[in-house]
């Protein structure tokens, strides 16, 4: 509902914290004591060992729980605002892209390490994927970003960095509990809402503890889920730069505030100690998000940006009850997705007097089903329509699982201050990786002719239908025009190791290196009128007494791939020095490598997609078109300086990188624009460059401001060309779309019982890229790269006792920039999303 009034729901947050109740104690978040005058310092793992966060000779941005909460951390998205260098791109309905200094794609194995506590989530980009999944932010003892290639100690897809996520663990000493609630409105927007309780401590003293939580959070919409007609707009290209082609008359409102999502997170951990010297802790932690219509998604066309008023159209579908011409079709009118997921751990620890064995065995079982929304697409490809009938419906639907195990074992040393440090591991995992298509429309089998062939005509003749004609079958049960089943087999065997080594008490050396070995299975199987690659297209029939659909001269021919596999080894080397040269100025530079593995593509229809192929010169010996259908392993060398400096005192800290990034072979998309299939190859090598800045500052006690930057700048070194010469991406032109400056002021002032917040988050334009870059063969003049923004968040709370209650508006001046724009199929309708607007709220909380 538009502008709730929500007092009642605020009330109830408030009431939550006087249920768990209101002790007269000081928070642990009030104003710092005489003692603690300097800028707070996290411990971190980022090497595999606890250590102070200024003596870590690598760049990385960490925030605990205590800050995350104060930074109005909810979603991964969040962490973006104040961390240099990490980009997130969202896109429709749970695909996602996370990236970290510009190494980022879209095509083969991910780039960017996701760890949960000590296990890789990240996915493979393959069919149309789900994107990685994240935990929402709640219970969690710290997030940590590694910028640059983490291949050493956290292996493969690490190119860019790693982000991993930090869960509480159970404590033997004492217990714990951690309550939050939240309510907020969003201008034009439904309510968001969320609950979470998080308990734990001892229950056998020194033997056996434990913590468990819970947690909820719905995000209301703000964009409207409508239905109308449109008509084309004339001279659209001069008076509609931001590719708005259509007049859009709007008949009704389907939906409110379509594009909510919510999720629910829950975990159990239990710590066992059958000795003082050894610790078991298994774990089983629980996620379902739900995403409906679309994320933020809308059409510029039949939005009014400027009054913040935002709509996506929606085609509902007709119904055979009453029209004939129909097919009945189990899709849902608008878009949604779900993402379920559940990881079992078991972290096992021995210490053995002066190293530490530890064990992490874990499984992940994902699961995401999302229907997205075909309409556009199938009008156009099998009726030319540049405007979808009245109940013209399709729709895809997308199930990608993964099952993944993981077994480490390491042994290092326990001894943070010896003269040699180490860690010495091995690791494997199984990942196995389904993705399925189904694309199904209630109107093909009536259409008179589809892609030149009559209904009744050529090479069946009457009675057939014009799909069979022109595809030579029928469509699949429920009117499914397209399915794929894909699966993939992967295995990865690796040993690693890495020496810290103190060649004077100021002066260290690093050196660590990791061997993989990578096995990857694949299976395709295609089914459906689109995936024969065999179609008659309308032709007479060349045989006396006529043909019979799927037989004969027209017995359709599918691509399946089958028992595809690849194997390969990868070496990726560290080396590192650093030198500290006070206990607060530590300098340090590093030559790492990362990887990714190679991997397999689904054959494209030969037939159907040969002259694209022979275009764009992926031909064999003899001049026929062929498609490479496996790609290598494409990796990073990255080359960094840094420093970590404390000065005043330790009030001020500073945290500088630069770097240079040579990424080469790199897997990419090739996408066939007539038949509308692809692949991936390795086409191109890329140079990223740039440097991160944070400086954190507590002038005066009780006041901290502090500033993130970051710049970067990721191009290709040449251009991108396929083996005919055909250009995919021009010289020099950037890897994608990310933003090359990146700047974040953040200023709190801490009193004895209330606090005061504000940060500033500058976004500057994206690069030109594809269809946004006027060199590209891809160049759309109606599109821009996405704008340059501001996003201002303010936070104002009281302390009382052992709680904290504030109050927040978030996106103060209700910035709306357009982002992600895009041209659908048939050049009449946009797409675009945008930023939540302004967000007035109130959060709860209580911590013990």
Not at 13 to 36: N, R, T
Request: proline share 6%; with cysteine.
């Amino acid at each position: 509902m538009k502008n709730v009034v929500y007092m009642r729901s605020l009330a109830s947050s408030v009431a939550l914290v006087a249920i768990l109740g209101l002790a007269p104690q000081a928070y642990a978040q009030a104003a710092p004591s005489d003692e603690a005058e300097v800028v707070e310092e996290i411990t971190v793992t980022a090497t595999r060992q606890s250590q102070a966060i200024s003596k870590v000779p690598i760049s990385i941005s960490a925030f605990d729980n205590e800050t995350l909460q104060r930074d109005g951390v909810r979603k991964v998205d969040d962490i973006v605002r104040f961390t240099p260098g990490l980009a997130l791109n969202r896109g429709i309905t749970g695909s996602n892209v996370i990236s970290i200094r510009g190494i980022t794609s879209g095509a083969g194995a991910g780039v960017t390490g996701i760890y949960i506590d000590e296990t890789p989530i990240q996915v493979r980009n393959e069919g149309y994927g789900a994107g990685s999944a994240f935990p929402e932010v709640f219970d969690l003892e710290r997030i940590e970003v590694l910028r640059g290639p983490q291949g050493t100690l956290f292996g493969a897809g690490s190119q860019g960095g790693t982000v991993r996520f930090i869960q509480a663990a159970p404590n033997m000493d004492a217990w714990s509990v951690y309550a939050r609630s939240e309510l907020a409105s969003t201008d034009k927007g439904s309510e968001t809402y969320e609950a979470g309780v998080a308990v734990g401590g001892p229950l056998i003293a020194d033997r056996l503890a434990f913590r468990a939580s819970v947690y909820f959070r719905k995000n209301g919409g703000f964009i409207d889920a409508v239905e109308g007609t449109y008509t084309p707009v004339a001279g659209a290209v001069a008076q509609y730069p931001n590719g708005n082609l259509i007049n859009f008359r709007q008949t009704r409102t389907v939906r409110e505030d379509t594009n909510s999502d919510d999720a629910l997170n829950a975990r159990l951990a239990v710590e066992f100690r059958p000795t003082e010297w050894l610790s078991l802790t298994p774990s089983i932690s629980y996620q379902r998000t739900r995403q409906n219509d679309g994320a933020n998604v809308f059409w510029p066309g039949a939005s009014d940006v400027n009054n913040k008023i935002f709509n996506r159209v929606v085609f509902s579908k007709g119904s055979p009850a009453t029209n004939a011409a129909f097919t009945d079709i189990s899709a849902p009118d608008t878009e949604n997705a779900t993402d379920e997921f559940v990881l079992y751990a078991l972290n096992a620890q021995a210490e053995l007097g002066g190293a530490d064995l530890i064990s992490s065995t874990s499984f992940f079982d994902r699961s995401n089903r999302k229907w997205l929304d075909f309409t556009l697409i199938d009008t156009f490809q099998f009726g030319g329509f540049r405007s979808p009938p009245i109940g013209y419906k399709s729709a895809s639907l997308y199930e990608v699982g993964q099952k993944n195990f993981v077994q480490e074992v390491r042994l290092q040393s326990s001894n943070p201050s010896a003269r040699l440090r180490w860690v010495v591991g091995g690791f494997f995992s199984s990942n196995k990786q389904t993705a399925q298509q189904n694309i199904f429309n209630n109107f093909v089998d009536r259409l008179p002719v589809v892609f030149g062939a009559a209904a009744g005509g050529s090479p069946f003749g009457p009675g057939t239908s014009a799909i069979v004609n022109a595809l030579g079958v029928p469509q699949l049960p429920g009117g499914g025009s397209y399915s794929e089943d894909r699966k993939i087999d992967e295995e990865q065997y690796a040993g690693f190791a890495q020496v810290d080594f103190r060649a004077t008490p100021e002066l260290t050396l690093t050196l660590g290196a990791r061997v993989a070995h990578n096995v990857l299975k694949y299976n395709g199987i295609f089914r459906g009128p689109l995936n024969n690659d065999n179609p008659p297209l309308g032709f007479p029939c060349p045989t006396a007494g006529g043909c019979t659909p799927g037989t004969g001269v027209f017995t359709p021919l599918y691509q399946d791939t089958i028992g595809l596999k690849n194997s390969e080894t990868a070496f990726t080397p560290k080396f590192g020095i650093s030198w500290q040269a006070t206990n607060n100025d530590l300098f340090y530079a590093s030559i790492s490598k990362g990887f990714r593995p190679a991997g397999v593509s689904a054959k494209v229809p030969a037939n159907f997609c040969g002259p694209d192929l022979a275009l764009t010169g992926y031909v064999d010996g003899n001049g026929n078109s062929a498609q490479p259908v496996s790609y290598k392993s494409d990796s990073v060398w990255s080359y960094e300086v840094g420093a970590k400096n404390k000065l005043f005192g330790g009030r001020m800290t500073v945290d500088a990188s630069a770097y240079l990034i040579k990424w080469s072979n790199i897997q990419n998309s090739v996408f066939l624009p007539n038949c509308l299939y692809g692949f991936v190859d390795n086409l191109g090598d890329a140079t990223s460059r740039g440097f991160d800045l944070a400086l954190n500052v507590e002038p005066v006690e009780g006041l901290r401001l502090g500033t993130n930057v970051s710049y970067n700048k990721a191009d290709y070194n040449g251009a991108v060309v396929t083996p005919g010469n055909v250009s995919l991406f021009p010289a020099n032109s950037a890897i994608a779309a990310n933003r090359p400056w990146t700047l974040t002021f953040v200023s709190e002032y801490y009193f004895k019982d209330y606090y005061l917040r504000a940060d500033t988050s500058y976004f500057s334009e994206a690069r030109a890229q594809a269809a946004t870059d006027r060199a590209s063969p891809l160049y759309n003049p109606l599109l821009r790269p996405d704008q340059a923004y501001t996003a201002v968040n303010l936070r104002a709370g009281v302390l009382i006792g052992k709680a904290d209650v504030s109050i927040f508006v978030n996106n103060v001046t209700n910035a709306a920039p357009v982002l992600g724009s895009a041209a659908q199929i048939g050049g009449l309708v946009y797409t675009a999303s945008t930023i939540r607007p302004r967000t007035v709220g109130i959060t709860a909380s209580w911590r013990q």
